[in-house]
């Protein structure tokens, strides 16, 4: 069984080799640029993960999955875009550094490189792969949708959220597992259990981003906190923070959410010191922790003996515990 770092490192020695020298560069350069940029390639690694524990030699499957890692990152390029953000990892977005119609194109190129990568599969696998691939990449869009949506209104559910973020962020990590498990000749009950692994996990993971953007150390976090709050962000923490405010609470969240002109800081401090009297972080914390024991269920569902799970069991501790 492969380490989760040693993994890492093929997958990201592996994207570095598939820059090539199509024309014309300016097109080809951005897509280079964000992929160079790293990140945790959690989704190729929970793919890699998948498969070692049916087959040995993950390396076989590295080209489908630098193809999740691709269109992981077109989402976000496509997502910085519409979010008109300046800076992703610590670098300029694509459409700072060059222009919207740069990121607009390079991004719709990275979707076809993604499934020209994903497709560099076996070919006894190939639609089974396609079709899950496909039907995720819809969702995805589902979720993007519906986070905008959201923008617009007060009125948004816990279940509305959850159902959100299962479609903008869950099912990607569901589907890398999947797929691994798929081409590892899992058995279809095999492939779920790990698909709904991954849902669950996916959705502990962005609880716990919401939760890190008000607690988490801006020196670790790598970005200054409280960017949801200055934002308005309908994420988990402001949603339930409107559901049970009483009605000063509610007055005082209205203010500040509707103030067009207001000090940052100022409004982080006061719409954090809601949270902590509602106790907003102890019900972010306790829905987090929910979904990671669901998610274990499922992993110990899977039909391979525990010692085989031991790394991705570990991988997903990580997932966890981690403070950026």
């Known amino acids: ?68 890692e691709t269109y992981h990152n077109y989402t976000l390029l496509h997502d910085d875009l519409m979010d008109q953000a300046d800076l992703r990892r610590g670098h300029e977005t ?5 222009d919207a119609n740069t990121a607009i194109l390079s991004g719709d190129s990275m979707l076809v490189l993604a499934y020209q ?29 519906y986070d905008m949506d959201f923008e617009k209104r007060n009125d948004v559910t816990e279940a509305e959220y959850i159902e959100m973020i299962r479609l903008k962020t ?5 589907c890398a597992l999947k797929i691994g ?24 993971f962005q609880l716990q981003d919401d939760f890190l953007d008000v607690y ?11 960017g949801d709050i200055v934002s308005n962000k309908k994420t988990y923490m402001l949603i339930n923070a409107f559901n049970r405010a009483d009605a000063q609470q509610r007055a005082e969240l209205e203010r500040w959410t509707q103030l067009k002109d207001f000090d940052r800081q100022e409004k982080i401090d006061a719409v954090t010191a809601l949270y902590n009297d509602m106790g907003i972080d102890r019900l972010a914390q306790d829905k987090m922790a929910t979904y990671y ?17 031991r790394e ?9 515990k981690r403070t950026y």
Request: proline share 4%; hydrophobic share 40%; glycine share 8%.
């Open 1 to 68: 069984m492969m380490t989760s770092q040693e993994i890492l490192k093929l997958v990201n020695n592996h994207l570095d080799s598939l820059a090539d020298e199509r024309q014309p560069r300016h097109l080809y350069e951005p897509i280079e640029y964000v992929l160079s940029l790293g990140g945790k390639r959690i989704r190729p690694t929970l793919m890699l993960l998948a498969y070692n524990l049916y087959r040995e030699h993950p390396e076989d499957i590295l080209m489908p999955a630098c193809g999740i």
């Open 94 to 98: 694509v459409h700072k550094r060059w």
């Open 117 to 145: 990568r994903m497709a560099q599969c076996r070919t006894d696998k190939l639609k089974e792969v396609i079709d899950v691939f496909t039907q995720t990449a819809l969702e995805i869009g589902e979720g993007q949708q």
């Open 170 to 174: 869950s099912v990607l990590l569901a």
């Open 181 to 204: 498990a798929i081409l590892g000749d899992a058995s279809a009950e095999d492939a779920n259990n790990l698909y709904r692994f991954g849902e669950k996990i996916g959705l502990a």
């Open 216 to 226: 988490g150390d801006p020196k670790v976090f790598g970005k200054a906190i409280g």
């Open 293 to 309: 024991e669901e998610s274990k269920k499922y992993l110990a569902a899977v039909q391979v003996p525990t010692g085989k799970k």
């Open 312 to 320: 991705l069991t570990a991988y997903a501790q990580q997932m966890m």
